[in-house]
């Protein structure tokens, strides 16, 4: 019982003690939302500003002081301003001299100085407890609470007492620090604000371009032979046609490159017999972005189903209907119900809504608030056992689709295939190895070499 006693009050925070005094320079959007939260979380703020006049845009309960007369008065400093005004410091260097110094300060561009901002004011003052911290947050995610904005507050220093200080602020303020280390990574946490949208670069660029491949293979066949071969001007296919084609063509390819990774990782482990030897730099870069491609292939799903849903409101839908009704009548016979046909037309949309709705499923998994609350077993069998079901399904609706064009010499203009033949093609390898690895022969060893079996040990007893 007093272990656990104990185990308990080493992991709370110390909350019962008075908060220290803290200093703000700066008192701009952030210095300002940032004292008022600390002052919210029980604080003594007092500001260092060139006017000590009260202005009301300072929260109402903080103190205005000289620069010098507040960095007295406080024993962690927090700089809220840009690295070109940081020349006002020196002049305080032996006041600030053994205090927490904490640099919150962005760059307009990565890299925009040899050292980091951190760096630049530990070198300003070399007496002081340089720590960087809360550069990730913003002004406004403060105001509301931090309701609606990550949580994270990146923090490294070369002082372990001096960053704990500042982390306790941090928890005090409900956000969570991550420590990252040394002084050294601040240039590396600096630059983070700066990324846009790191993780998302080559799932996009990989997007857009098979998109605009398929695009344009469409254009030929659909528009531009039509017109040479046929004198036909189908050029209005441009709009919802080909958009419509090249929609579930990306998203079925997409998901099929989500799961091809996996698949190729557990080859080259069997082939290694081991997993103690890193993969391929591009196969790890791949892997690390397949929740991103995961994603674009559910919003080419999307809206995939959005184009099909309006198709029937299209002047050249209801003009093919109209004149198939005309021409019945005039011919004075009814076509009979071809059931061939209609099971193939319910099979493929049956198969296209479920696997639709499982894709939908996947996706609403992969947010961060729903992932984070079922755990390591449960995430895999939706993200593994239910992704590979969504991909089957996927592709027998494509399959049963587009599978009467593979015998069809019409279907080969210019002697290209047709795109759903080619969509074909990526998600079908995929299931034709991942069913090759289920086999007891090939699953027993490849799930011995993930438990730490090898067939060569680098060092044997």
Request: glycine share 6%; hydrophobic share 45%; aromatic share 12%.
């Amino acid at each position: 019982m007093n272990t656990n006693s104990s185990n308990i009050m080493a992991l709370a925070p110390n909350t019962s003690n008075k908060r220290e005094t803290v200093c703000i320079f700066g008192t701009g959007d952030f210095g300002r939302a940032l004292g008022h939260k600390m002052i919210q979380s029980g604080y003594p703020v007092v500001y260092g500003s060139r006017s000590t006049q009260m202005s009301n845009l300072i929260p109402k309960d903080a103190e205005v002081l000289s620069h010098a007369e507040a960095a007295q008065k406080a024993a962690i400093i927090i700089v809220a301003i840009q690295r070109q005004h940081y020349n006002f410091l020196t002049p305080l260097a032996e006041i600030l001299h053994g205090k927490v110094v904490v640099d919150i300060s962005n760059n307009l561009k990565l890299n925009q100085y040899p050292e980091s901002n951190a760096e630049y004011l530990a070198q300003l003052l070399p007496g002081a407890k340089v720590v960087k911290a809360f550069n990730t947050v913003s002004a406004w995610a403060l105001q509301s609470g931090t309701l609606d904005a990550s949580r994270q507050v990146f923090v490294c220093g070369d002082y372990m007492e001096a960053k704990q200080m500042v982390m306790n602020i941090v928890r005090a303020l409900g956000l969570t620090p991550l420590d990252q280390g040394s002084l050294l990574a601040a240039q590396e946490i600096e630059n983070y604000p700066l990324q846009l949208f790191p993780m998302w670069k080559f799932p996009i660029f990989l997007s857009f371009g098979l998109a605009a491949f398929f695009f344009f293979y469409c254009l030929a066949l659909d528009v531009i032979y039509t017109y040479i071969y046929e004198n036909n001007n189908f050029s209005f296919f441009i709009a919802i046609t080909i958009p419509n084609r090249v929609c579930p063509v990306m998203a079925l390819i997409l998901l099929a490159l989500v799961y091809l990774p996996g698949v190729l990782a557990a080859i080259i482990q069997l082939y290694r017999g081991t997993k103690y030897r890193r993969f391929p730099d591009w196969l790890d870069k791949w892997m690390l972005c397949r929740k991103q491609l995961g994603l674009i292939a559910l919003a080419f799903a999307s809206l995939h189903v959005l184009f099909t849903l309006v198709s029937p409101l299209r002047s050249f839908v209801r003009w093919r209907t109209s004149k198939g009704i005309i021409s019945q009548a005039l011919n004075n016979k009814t076509e009979p119900l071809d059931n061939a046909n209609a099971w193939l037309s319910d099979s493929y949309l049956a198969l296209g809504i479920l696997g639709f709705f499982l894709f939908v499923l996947l996706g609403i998994t992969s947010l961060p608030s729903v992932s984070n609350n079922v755990n390591w077993r449960e995430f895999r069998f939706v993200q593994s056992k239910l992704g590979y079901l969504t991909l089957i399904l996927c592709t027998a609706h494509t399959l049963v689709y587009g599978g009467k064009w593979f015998l069809s010499p019409s279907a080969y203009k210019w002697y290209l295939p047709n795109i759903y033949m080619l969509s074909l093609v990526v998600p079908c390898t995929v299931l034709v190895v991942k069913f090759v690895l289920v086999f007891p022969c090939v699953d027993k060893p490849l799930t011995q070499i993930r438990q730490g079996w090898e067939r060569t040990p680098k060092y044997s007893e």
